[in-house]
């Protein structure tokens, strides 16, 4: 009788072990699950920045593959036309899960693409911190007000990028362009100038 009491203590000191875990493990599944379905009003800004980081190289990789199909079937021409077609369509893609995308410049081509109040004062500090020496690659910033996250993410002037951004455009590129982007100011950069950035907003919901 005392052996089968000592083993029935056993268990309930082994079970009263087991329950908090148990629970604290669920508890973490809960937010997790939580989590997934997109960012809540209470998470920090450092998790938003690494979020805001995932979904620009999501969209920075669409950009590319489209440019880089449109330059490998037909050139620069082919180039031209998917980004004017097609870039509108793949930030359209990527505004999902609470997530705005887009990009921006001080020199524009495509007008629907012009800063905000905010944007400008933030390509304003990058051409400042670039100035400094800061690299372009790494340079970003963010900002969390009234329940709204803005990021934005530096852009460089990559070397293929000056056949239709350079300084000397060749022909019929300049004439295309003229055709599609009437008002183009974006010309004249040189490889590792600024370019833009890319612009993501999160609106949280309220509680």
């Known amino acids: 009788m005392a052996s089968r009491s000592k083993s029935a203590f056993k ?41 805001a980081r995932a979904q620009t190289r999501a969209f920075a990789q669409g950009l590319k593959e489209t440019l ?16 004017n077609t097609e870039a509108p369509e793949i930030a359209a893609a990527h505004r999902k899960d609470g997530w705005e995308v887009g990009r921006t410049s001080e020199k524009l081509r495509n007008p629907n693409n012009a800063p905000d109040a905010w944007e400008s004062a933030v390509l304003e500090s990058f051409a400042q911190r670039a100035a400094a ?42 004439t295309r362009l003229s055709e599609l982007y009437p008002e183009d100011n974006a010309r004249g950069y040189q490889p590792g100038d600024l370019r833009g950035a890319f612009t993501l907003t999160y609106t949280f919901e309220k509680q």
Request: glycine share 10%; with cysteine; net charge negative.
């Open 11 to 51: 268990k309930a000191s082994k079970n009263e072990i087991l329950r908090p875990l148990l629970l604290s493990a669920i508890g973490l599944l809960s937010s997790v699950s939580v989590q997934s379905d997109g960012p809540a009003g209470d998470v920090s800004e450092d998790y938003m920045v690494v979020e």
């Open 68 to 83: 880089m199909q449109g330059m490998k079937s037909e050139g620069p021409l082919a180039a031209i036309q998917f980004c």
């Open 133 to 174: 020496g800061e690299p372009l690659a790494t340079m970003e910033a963010s900002s969390r007000e009234d329940g709204t996250f803005r990021y934005m993410k530096a852009i460089p002037v990559g070397g293929p990028c000056v056949v239709c951004h350079g300084e000397q455009l060749a022909e019929p590129v300049a």
